[in-house]
């Protein structure tokens, strides 16, 4: 499975951006699809996930109420939407896909297969 994370940029705060997870290499149809997030001198946390079979979704709880993740499984895509961005979410970005993430490892990112490349977002104020 290769990852392509795209969609990140340069935004002001509360405006919104769309990032997006295309796979290529396999449907991943069954997999868990994370984005987790590195700003500069942090470590990467656990954004947001969802179940590609049941469309089930866990957030951490800075971005509940301003993003969604969602997924179009005939585009093998996956998106993170960005509402009411604020300087603090200002990082890079990482989509993940893990084939055997059970819930309760849903946020912890060793137990993703697969990772892209990352695309900036940057908030400013």
């Known amino acids: 499975v290769q990852l392509q994370a795209s969609g990140g940029g340069l935004v002001q705060a509360g405006g919104s951006l769309r990032l997006s997870c295309a796979a290529s290499?396999?449907?991943?149809?069954?997999?868990?699809v994370g984005w987790f997030r590195q700003a500069p001198g942090k470590e990467r946390e656990f954004v947001a996930a969802?179940?590609?079979?049941?469309?089930?979704?866990s957030y951490e709880d800075s971005v509940k109420g301003r993003f969604t993740i969602s997924r179009d499984n005939a585009k093998n895509t996956v998106y993170l939407q960005m509402n009411s961005l604020k300087p603090e979410d200002t990082a890079v970005y990482y989509c993940?896909?893990?084939?055997?993430?059970?819930?309760?490892?849903?946020?912890?990112?060793?137990?993703?297969?697969?990772w892209g490349q990352g695309t900036l977002v940057t908030v400013s104020s």
């Open positions: 993940a896909a893990g084939r055997g993430v059970i819930l309760s490892a849903i946020r912890d990112a060793r137990a993703y297969d697969y």
């Open positions: 290499g396999s449907t991943f149809s069954s997999y868990v």
């Open positions: 969802i179940r590609r079979t049941t469309g089930f979704t």
